[in-house]
């Protein structure tokens, strides 16, 4: 009976002395068949990368981020990006809520016009009389050549025709997706030209830290590293001038909760004037007089602070109390493109200037043959 005893005893701290096994992450990842298709001879397909606890699904059609997914404080998963729910309506995309790669000029250039080397060029005007994100068909409507697809990197490449929107120059384009060690999505494009051309190359996704379709982010804390933001007219072109943040609505020099900065009024509901619906869903205001100190919402640039030039440093922070999930943001280049128009998530887009290209005072967005244009923005997911 003693021995009987004794083995169990001895089988008992065998079993608590067993290393243990973390759990394997429960992504909630998107069917794959809806963004399957075949456009103009060429695959479209949805592909995952992973490593560790984040994961994030893209389709090589636009480079669209279709998912972002990590824990909250509960470890609960959740994709945090806006997204379409299968290709026919990404088809269909023109510049809403979504995630596509930008080229190969992100934002805007007034007046759909700029002169290079003495010579002026006449591009295609999208957006009433001016540029926005490269014209009618840049990165975010061509399908990308797919490189190489590993567990945590998807490599893709296009190139961009001299003349195309009429932009100068043959523009060849790497875009590297990948996970990192420490939790972040990390996107990087590195191009070429044959011709000098203008280029500003960036990524258009929409974050919700609680999760897309949770409520809005009007609760979510944003820190931006910017002591001035590029001032702008009506339409949102860059007059040239900056103001300066401290003071005003655009202070996020300390984390802010953009509830606080950002007029946010009930939205009328269904079958009440102002109610929107389809997929286009909720842009700009939902009416009411803006309280003094407050916007209606943030479609700004905010000139970064970096300590050297061409520097991967982070710039940006972004932080829900509800779900606990923190985010950074690292990068390289001048400019981060604050957009939260829809109140339901926010686009954090690393990028240069917009209209640099008619501004001697901006960072120069200029590519000339023999040189090499290098963009990284790391998006860096965590808890607290």
């Known amino acids: 009976m003693k021995k009987t005893k004794l083995m169990l005893a001895i089988t008992a701290a065998s079993i608590c002395c067993l290393p243990s096994v973390a759990a394997k992450p429960k992504f909630p990842f998107i069917d794959s068949a809806p963004y399957d298709t075949v456009m103009d001879g060429r695959k479209v397909t949805l592909f995952t990368i992973q490593k560790g606890k984040v994961a994030a699904q893209i389709i090589n059609y636009g480079g669209f981020v279709v998912g972002l997914y990590s824990p909250d404080k509960n470890g609960e998963y959740a994709n945090l990006v806006n997204h379409y729910d299968n290709i026919h309506q990404y088809l269909r995309y023109n510049m809403g809520m979504i995630g596509p790669a930008l080229g190969r000029y992100a934002n805007r250039i007034a007046n759909g016009k700029f002169t290079l080397d003495g ?14 994100h490269g014209g009618s068909k840049g990165f975010d409507h061509t399908v990308w050549t797919v490189v190489k697809a590993k567990k945590s990197k998807l490599v893709l490449s296009c190139v961009l025709p001299d003349g195309l929107d009429g932009f100068p120059g043959t523009l060849t384009t790497t875009l590297t997706y990948s996970i990192t060690k420490d939790g972040g999505l990390q996107i990087s494009y590195e191009a070429t030209t044959d011709k000098a051309t203008v280029v500003n190359l960036s990524n258009h996704t929409y974050f919700n830290l609680d ?13 931006i590293n910017a002591g ?8 949102n072109i860059p007059t040239g001038d900056y103001d300066l943040v401290d003071g005003s609505p655009y202070d996020f020099q300390k984390p802010v909760r953009i ?30 007089q803006v309280p003094e100190g407050m916007v209606r919402s943030f479609d700004n640039n905010f000139c970064l602070v970096h300590s050297e030039q061409d520097k991967v440093e982070k710039v940006a922070t972004l932080y829900s109390p509800k779900s606990g999930r923190f985010m950074e943001v690292w990068n390289n280049h001048p400019g981060l493109q604050v957009f939260t128009g829809a109140r339901t998530a926010i686009a954090l887009e690393s990028q240069m200037f917009p209209d640099s290209p008619n501004h001697d005072n901006f960072p120069s967005t200029v590519l000339r043959p023999g040189e090499k244009y290098r963009h990284t923005v790391i998006y860096k997911l965590s808890v607290k």
Do not use: C, V, W
């Open 119 to 132: 010579h002026e060029y006449n591009i295609t005007k999208n957006s009433g009389q001016h540029t926005l």
């Open 211 to 223: 999760g897309t379709g949770n409520g809005d982010i009007m609760d979510h804390e944003l820190m």
């Open 228 to 235: 001035f933001i590029t001032e702008t007219d009506r339409s």
């Open 259 to 288: 509830g606080d900065r950002q007029y946010s009024p009930a939205p009328p509901q269904p079958g009440q004037a102002g109610a929107r619906t389809g997929l286009g869903g909720g842009f700009g205001g939902f009416g009411g």
